[in-house]
């Protein structure tokens, strides 16, 4: 009887330990989906950023070094006032012809729409390019500066984004944990964590104090041209 009494109660603890599991592989499954998810989107939005500096290294080559913000559009006479004239440029001179490389995965996206040349007029509309650039830079400024990186909530230089926003197609989002893509002026890019991942947040500080953006432009402070949001 006393051997029967064991066999029982180890039965039930073996029954106890397989519905614990099958509970914990039940929650765990989904957190590893999106996570896997997010990486993936990830990799997408940093293949989209380099294929972006690419474009500018490009444009620079026939421009004296210049990147597309800094030489007049012949078509419009005008200087880019934001990121969206910067790359449509790129359009204009037929060295981009898929606009979908402006986008990113849980961010703004094109509809790949860009009319007809030599306007181009459907191209790159408000909310339909994701990536923000650090203006008058040329493809001889010091490699490691922030060239092209994922729209922030302002134009301050070091920008500053939304961590609350996370994961949201939002002005300035983050992604969860806090981080962003930069593109860096070598054609580097890479996932960053910034400072924190809740609220209003910046690149995280330095051990000399300084950040990405600091860091690499010397403390002069740059401007942000900023992407054209639909109101």
């Given at each position: ?56 290294k490009m444009f620079a080559a026939d421009n004296r070094s210049q ?47 860009i009319g007809k040349a030599p306007g181009y007029d459907n191209a ?108």
């Amino acid at each position: 009887m006393k051997t029967k009494r064991n066999r029982a109660f180890t039965l039930i603890e073996l029954l106890v330990v397989i519905t614990i599991t099958a509970i914990l592989a039940s929650l765990a499954v989904p957190a590893f989906t999106r996570m896997a998810q997010v990486q993936e989107n990830q990799m997408k939005g940093v293949t989209n950023c380099k294929q972006i500096i690419l474009a500018l290294k490009m444009f620079a080559a026939d421009n004296r070094s210049q990147y597309s913000d800094s030489v007049q559009n012949p078509l419009t006479d005008a200087m880019a006032q934001n990121a969206n004239d910067a790359f449509r440029y790129l359009i204009l001179e037929q060295i981009v012809t898929d606009e979908r490389i402006f986008g990113c995965p849980a961010g703004y996206n094109p509809d790949n729409n860009i009319g007809k040349a030599p306007g181009y007029d459907n191209a790159l509309m408000a909310g339909e390019n994701h990536w923000a650039m650090t203006a008058g830079q040329t493809d001889t400024t010091v490699g490691s500066i922030p060239l092209v990186f994922e729209n922030p909530s302002t134009n301050s230089w070091p920008p500053v984004w939304n961590a609350d926003v996370a994961g949201q197609i939002q002005p300035g989002r983050t992604w969860p944990g806090g981080q962003i893509i930069i593109g860096r002026n070598d054609g580097s890019v890479a996932v960053e964590t910034l400072a924190g991942d809740k609220g209003k947040v910046r690149p995280k500080i330095l051990a000399d104090g300084n950040d990405l953006f600091t860091q690499a432009s010397r403390g002069i402070p740059q401007r942000v041209l900023q992407v054209v949001y639909k109101k």
